[in-house]
């Protein structure tokens, strides 16, 4: 069954066109990852698609009666509007239904709940209420009542991408689902996608996700599109044979032209009296022979500082906030080449170690040595601000008007900018005009301008394209400095690290030796290793006693344990927010001793909450 039919489709970008006559079509049940370029119109197509841009040329028509959810990068929500409405933004008389529930629970007005409960149950939609349930506990969402406007960009994400997967839309359009996800997030999505039977087209980075979810791969480039059948993997080796081909063709063309150029040289004065099919043949002979594939890339063979043999040595180094700890005892000399993968959950310290060892933070006690002959290139999640008036050019040259690489040679900002795939014509751009791809590309210069031989890089892959991506990949790999990674995509983290520190909490910090992908299967056969030896050694089996009536949770232990649920979820959110302000590192020493204070207030009331809740699902299970 067809869901979208897309004809002639045509748009520009001032005088660029990003996209040229595109027609393609997307069925029930196909699930297509949309690659290209940054710069090439990925994000401008999305938003075609949706109709949240008007089509400049050509037709987008939908199979009447589908329901469509876009996820942009930028979601559109109204910051008036709590976090309860956003998400709950439905015409689902379920949702609806499950909504009013959810707002009486909070309430705690019984007399609504016991109305609630029966209408739930008249409209089948407690199965529903599961999976929504389960949908916000997956995506960290509590702060019902918490105004939209309140919200970090990264909260807003998740709050769009809750709305879109509750209300189950039978087409998904995705740009960039995983930006702001944490690994375990990032994984739940990835199974929740791979095992709905919804009709997908989102755009991603991260090529494990893309591999896993997607079953076909369009590419936008040339200003056309180019289909794939299967997943990445697949991807990959028939884009080079269609490069290949292509340009095996141009090559063919090319020695053919020198033939006919031949003939359009001799007896120019009777030009007029050749064969007008020839004349015309030949003219389509030089476009094809000019049309061969040059692929354009970042020129990243930059040369790092050199770097002596002491570089960052840690000694007994201890950081905590109040009662938190972030570093305890911790000691490490770090190497000449090695590479740090850093995982972690939110609020284990993973930030404040960065500001630690880079010297923005100071220990509590311990301390740090580093070298002399270190140059630290540190790139941050949250970007450089810069301007959004100024030029391209002018970024690059107020940093610096000559550019010298580790080799010696030196460049001027315009030839630098040509070195990282900025061509002449983009040199006078505002940066306000610039994709967020292009922005990142831009600011990675900015870094890797002051040729450094330690970098720290935190979620450099948000935004870019996975060609970019690859080049960075290829970069690091031949990097002979240090580098410390701090990155939700797995594909990145596997091809760059050689070992992790798993951050655990409470200062423990584990060394693991491998990247991510071992680590995960470590931990997955550890899990089966500890089921397997819980059931050997449970007790020997007593004679079953005669079967009695289940016992079943009473109306008010039912809402007893609604509540706790919501308690929980409050708690852990009001956990998560403490631990956030103490990594900060930027609190004055009062607020610092409430927030400590408060804390463990915090945790002595999850864990008394808990207990009640497992007592409860007992009786239930």
């Not at 959810?102 to 407690?126: F, M, P, Q, S, V």
């Not at 591999?211 to 936008?220: F, G, H, K, Q, T």
């Not at 007896?267 to 015309?280: E, F, H, L, S």
């Not at 995960?520 to 397997?532: D, G, I, T, V």
């Amino acid at each position: 069954m067809n869901y979208l039919s897309v004809e002639n489709l045509t748009h520009h970008w001032g005088d660029i066109q990003l996209f040229d006559d595109l027609t393609f079509g997307v069925s029930e049940g196909q699930k297509i990852g949309l690659i290209a370029r940054n710069g090439s119109g990925k994000t401008t197509l999305l938003n075609i698609l949706a109709q949240v841009l008007p089509n400049e040329s050509g037709q987008v028509i939908y199979r009447k009666g589908i329901s469509i959810g876009y996820l942009p990068q930028i979601p559109l929500l109204n910051d008036n509007h709590t976090v309860i409405e956003e998400i709950f933004a439905s015409d689902n008389p379920q949702v609806l239904a499950i909504k009013a529930y959810e707002r009486a629970l909070a309430e705690e007005n019984h007399e609504e709940l016991g109305k609630l409960i029966e209408e739930l149950d008249k409209l089948g939609a407690w199965d529903v209420e599961s999976r929504i349930k389960q949908i916000l506990s997956q995506l960290k969402i509590t702060h019902f009542d918490q105004q939209i406007g309140q919200l970090s960009g990264g909260q807003k994400k998740r709050v769009a991408l809750a709305h879109i997967l509750i209300n189950e839309p039978e087409f998904l359009i995705l740009d960039e689902p995983t930006n702001h996800l944490d690994l375990e997030m990032i994984e739940w999505l990835e199974s929740y996608l791979e095992r709905s039977r919804c009709t997908l087209m989102m755009v991603t980075h991260d090529r494990y996700f893309l591999d896993r979810v997607c079953n076909e791969i369009m590419e936008l480039a040339d200003q056309t599109l180019y289909h794939y059948k299967g997943n990445y993997e697949l991807f990959l080796e028939k884009r080079e044979e269609r490069i290949q081909t292509h340009n095996a063709q141009v090559e063919k063309a090319k020695n053919l032209l020198k033939t006919e150029q031949d003939w359009m040289n001799r007896m120019p004065q009777a030009r007029a009296t050749k064969a007008k099919y020839r004349i015309d043949a030949f003219h389509d002979l030089k476009k094809r022979a000019n049309s061969g594939i040059q692929e354009q890339s970042m020129n990243l063979d930059i040369q790092s500082a050199r770097l002596g043999k002491k570089i960052i040595e840690c000694h007994h180094v201890c950081k905590s906030f109040g009662d938190l700890k972030i570093l305890d005892d911790f000691n490490y000399k770090f190497a000449q080449g090695e590479k740090v993968g850093i995982i972690g959950k939110n609020g284990t310290g993973k930030t404040t170690f960065l500001n630690t060892i880079t010297g923005a933070l100071e220990p509590d006690s311990g301390y740090l040595e580093t070298g002399e002959t270190v140059v630290l290139g540190y790139y941050r999640q949250a970007g450089m601000n810069i301007d959004p008036n100024k030029r391209v050019l002018d970024v690059i040259a107020d940093i610096s008007e000559n550019i010298t690489l580790g080799s010696g040679n030196s460049m001027s900002p315009a030839q630098f900018l040509r070195h990282f795939m900025f061509n002449n014509e983009m040199h006078h751009v505002l940066v306000d005009k610039l994709s967020g791809g292009e922005k990142k590309r831009l600011y990675l210069m900015t870094v890797l301008m002051k040729n450094p031989n330690f970098l720290i890089l935190d979620e450099p892959t948000n935004d870019l394209d996975i060609f970019t991506l690859n080049l960075l990949e290829e970069y690091l790999q031949g990097f002979k400095g240090c580098v410390v990674i701090v990155s939700h995509d797995r594909y990145f983290m596997d091809k760059i690290v050689d070992h992790l520190f798993i951050f655990e909490g409470q200062g423990h910090i584990k060394d693991f030796p491998g990247n991510y992908s071992i680590f995960h299967e470590h931990e997955l056969a550890q899990e089966k290793e500890s089921k397997r030896a819980g059931k050997n050694t449970k007790e020997p089996s007593k004679p079953t006693p005669p079967k009695e009536k289940p016992k079943k949770l009473s109306f008010k232990e039912k809402m007893e344990m609604k509540q706790l649920e919501q308690d929980m979820e409050a708690l852990n959110a009001e956990k998560e927010s403490i631990e956030a302000i103490l990594n900060s590192g930027s609190i004055d020493a009062d607020l610092l001793t409430e927030k400590a204070k408060r804390i463990s207030e915090v945790i002595n009331l999850l864990d008394e909450k808990e207990m009640r809740w497992l007592e409860l699902s007992e009786i239930e299970g």
